[in-house]
């Protein structure tokens, strides 16, 4: 059976697995394990705090630094939403295109490499080759992280991380962070005739937002000369604002659902400081004059660090030298590979599929793509027998 036919029959069993991030993705691990253990390797999984999730992080070779990691996000965004021309968990092939979710973001990627496994542990030697299938990436990139928690606390460094992200195999070497918060206002309700009496929280996250955009202004003067990326500024954006129940109502409660993408260290600090010290300063003795139990709370969903661009980085050469492409490319898009960059690993984004497939009904990966893919990876097992 050649690669490509062994990748999309492992394909097959990937997309079949409904592993939206709101789900568990348990079964999927337990068969990408197999497939490693089959091939010799030392399987681990890393079993996520809620107990349905988990990474997996396996070895093929010895157990020192230095080794190439592998990695892929095991989670698919849901297909409740969307309109399918066919089960979206039943992967289909029709003109040259692979059609499924996940197929492109990113278990194709995470296909191939469970397909060359076996010709890596035949060939493997002094430089070990790690697979790393995250959980959890859609919503935060929580498995990544709980994965260089572990990896840190075992003493272990991948010299070399390629992220299988949808890049048309172009190789990318940078992108923004991404920060996700949502912020709470907590008022006191009643009637809208009596506005004083009060503490209207919807009034409240309107001139936090006020805030926000304020902010947004100031960052524009602050992008670094030097800055690569585009925008080449920190950008926010406010993607909800929700609260209220009636319009003669004054609104108890409300929330507002915002993000910020950092370009440099330090942006993403100046920006909460200064909405802390705005809340802290005006917004809340403003409401405590009124109702003492009122008053405002910023949640965290995510904070992932971008990936920065580096002179020196392994990781690109060899990709380079494997795929015979000329130079990297940054995205708009977020990733896990800023976590593994903080490990002090060199890392790129390079994947088969294109990001505007993903996340759509009838999202579908290319079979030259795919082949690409396997073309790169069959050269880098060559690498490993050299």
Not at 11 to 32: E, Q, R, T
Not at 277 to 298: F, K, N, T
Request: aromatic share 6%.
């Amino acid at each position: 059976m050649t690669h490509l036919a062994r990748t999309k029959q492992i394909l097959a069993d990937l997309i079949a697995f409904p592993s939206v991030s709101s789900d568990g993705n348990m079964d999927l691990i337990a068969y990408a394990a197999r497939l490693l253990e089959d091939c010799g390797a030392k399987v681990d999984h890393i079993i996520a705090p809620c107990g349905t999730k988990a990474n997996l992080f396996a070895t093929l070779g010895p157990e020192v630094d230095g080794g190439i990691l592998l990695s892929g996000h095991s989670d698919v965004v849901p297909v409740s939403d969307q309109q399918w021309a066919s089960d979206p968990f039943d992967m289909i092939e029709k003109d040259g295109k692979l059609f499924g979710r996940g197929t492109c973001d990113m278990k194709g990627f995470i296909a191939a490499t469970l397909a060359m496994a076996p010709l890596y542990a035949a060939k493997v030697k002094d430089r070990p080759v790690h697979f790393a299938f995250t959980y959890d990436e859609e919503i935060g990139c929580f498995g990544a992280q709980h994965l260089a928690e572990v990896l840190k606390e075992r003493g272990l460094t991948p010299g070399v991380a390629i992220i299988g992200e949808p890049t048309e195999m172009r190789i990318i070497e940078g992108h923004k962070g991404c920060c996700e918060y949502t912020t709470h206002f907590h008022g006191l309700a009643g009637h809208g005739s009596l506005p004083d009496r009060g503490v209207n929280a919807v009034e409240y996250a309107a001139r936090y937002v006020g805030k926000i955009l304020e902010l947004k202004d100031r960052l524009r003067a602050m992008a670094p000369a030097d800055s690569p990326f585009e925008p080449p500024w920190t950008t926010i954006n406010v993607g909800a604002l929700n609260g209220g129940v009636a319009n003669n109502v004054i609104p108890s409660n409300a929330w507002i659902d915002w993000e910020m993408r950092p370009v440099q260290d330090g942006d993403a600090d100046f920006v909460k400081e200064e909405l802390a010290r705005y809340c802290d300063e005006e917004l809340v003795p403003q409401m405590h004059s009124v109702d003492p139990d009122a008053g405002i709370r910023l949640e965290t969903i995510a904070e992932v660090a971008g990936l920065i661009p580096t002179e020196e980085n392994e990781a690109k050469r060899i990709v380079s030298e494997l795929t015979g492409a000329n130079g990297a490319d940054l995205v708009a898009f977020g990733t896990e590979a800023g976590i593994f960059q903080a490990l002090g690993t060199d890392v790129v984004v390079c994947g088969p599929g294109s990001i505007e497939q993903a996340h759509k009904a009838d999202e579908y990966l290319s079979l030259d793509q795919l082949q690409q893919c396997l073309t790169m990876l069959e050269r880098l097992g060559d690498r490993l027998h050299g």
